[in-house]
C-alpha cells in the first residue's frame, strides 16, 4: 500500500513538471522565478532529509554557516530549475545575452591546439542549463549522464538536448570511447555525487568521500586536456568560469583525480550555497 502511495506521488510529481514545462513558455521569466522562490520556501520547510545533508555539507566545506545559507541553497536550486524548464523555449541568442564568460580564452587556447576536451565540473550552480549553454557557443558536446526513473530521464533530457548536446549514460562505455576517438568534441562529466557501483574513496576537505573516477581511467589511455569550469547564476544572468587546466604528456591516474579534487573544493569554498548534493556520501 505504501508502495503505491509513494509511485502514485511520483507519477503525480512527474505529470505536474511536465505540463509546467509546457505553460512555462507563457510565462514571464520573473513571474516563473517569483513562483519557484515561493516553491523553495515550502521545500525548506517540509524536507528535512535534503536540510540536513546541506548542513552536513556546509558543516564539512565551512566549519560555520546558518540557517540562511541552507535556505540560500533550496532557493538557488529553484531558481536554476526555473530557467532551465524554459531552455527549449528560448534561442540560443536569448541564452547567450545573459551569458559572461571568465578565462574562456585558457580553454580556447587548448582546444584549438587539441580539438578534444574533457570539461569536468560538478553539481554546481546551473549545470543542467550550462549544457545547452556550450552548445549553443557552437562545440559538438557529448554529456555523461546518470541513470534515472526512464520517465523522469526522458523529460529531462529533451531539455538537456534541446540545444544539440548528445547525452550518453555513464555506463555506456564504448559510445564514450568512440567520442574520444573521433574528430573535434567537448565531453562533459559531473564526477562529484557517488552514482552506480564503481567509485574511488578519496580525500575532500580531509573527510572521505566516494566518487564515479571511470573517466579518470578512461583518461589514461587518451590524455585529453581536463578543464575544470562550472556556470554560476547570479542577479538573473550567468557567469561561466573556466578555473583550471590540466594537460601534460604523463596525465596519470593520481594526478588527473588530484586536478579535479582540489578544483571542486577552490569551487565549494566559494559558492557553497551553489552546491546540490543532497547526500550523506561522507565518511
Known amino acids: 500500500m505504501l508502495n503505491a502511495i509513494y509511485r502514485f506521488l511520483d507519477d503525480l510529481k512527474l ?30 520547510f517540509i524536507d528535512k532529509k535534503r536540510k540536513d545533508a546541506i548542513k552536513n555539507n556546509l558543516r ?26 524554459k531552455v527549449k523555449y528560448k534561442s540560443c541568442s536569448q541564452i547567450l545575452e545573459k551569458l559572461s564568460l571568465e578565462n574562456i580564452e585558457v580553454f580556447e587556447n587548448v582546444y584549438k591546439i587539441k580539438k578534444k576536451v574533457i570539461l569536468l565540473s560538478g553539481h554546481i550552480g546551473n549545470w543542467e542549463y550550462a549544457l545547452n549553454l556550450i552548445s ?19 523529460l529531462l533530457n529533451e531539455l538537456r538536448s534541446s540545444k544539440g548536446a548528445r547525452l550518453v549514460l555513464m555506463n555506456e562505455i564504448m559510445e564514450i570511447i ?28 580531509n573527510h572521505k568521500r566516494k566518487i564515479p573516477a571511470g573517466i579518470f581511467k578512461i583518461n589514461e589511455k587518451f590524455k585529453i586536456p581536463m578543464v575544470f569550469a562550472y556556470v554560476i547564476r547570479g542577479n538573473g544572468k550567468y557567469l561561466g568560469i573556466v578555473q583550471d587546466v590540466y594537460y601534460e604528456e604523463n596525465m596519470t591516474f593520481e594526478k588527473m583525480l588530484d586536478f ?16 546540490f548534493s543532497f547526500d550523506f556520501n561522507w565518511d
Not at 505529470?15 to 520556501?41: E, G, H, N, Q, T
Not at 564539512?60 to 529553484?78: A, H
Not at 555523461?144 to 526522458?154: C, Q, S, T, V, Y
Request: proline letters at 3%.
Open 15 to 44: 505529470y505536474s513538471l511536465a505540463i509546467f514545462i509546457v505553460i512555462s513558455r507563457f510565462i514571464p521569466d520573473s513571474l516563473l522565478r517569483l513562483v519557484f522562490k515561493l516553491i523553495a520556501i515550502f521545500w525548506f
Open 60 to 85: 564539512i566545506i565551512l566549519n560555520d554557516f546558518d540557517n540562511k545559507m541552507v535556505f540560500k541553497t533550496f532557493e538557488n536550486y529553484m531558481l536554476n530549475f526555473a530557467d532551465f524548464i
Open 136 to 154: 549553443c557557443l557552437g562545440y559538438n558536446v557529448m554529456v555523461i549522464i546518470e541513470m534515472i526513473d526512464p520517465r523522469w530521464l526522458k
Open 178 to 205: 568512440r567520442f574520444l576517438n573521433s574528430g573535434e568534441g567537448i565531453l562533459i562529466v559531473t564526477p562529484d555525487r557517488l552514482v552506480g557501483t564503481s567509485y574511488i574513496e578519496c580525500s575532500l576537505f
Open 260 to 275: 579535479y579534487l582540489r578544483n571542486l573544493e577552490r569551487t565549494l569554498r566559494k559558492y557553497p550555497s551553489h552546491w
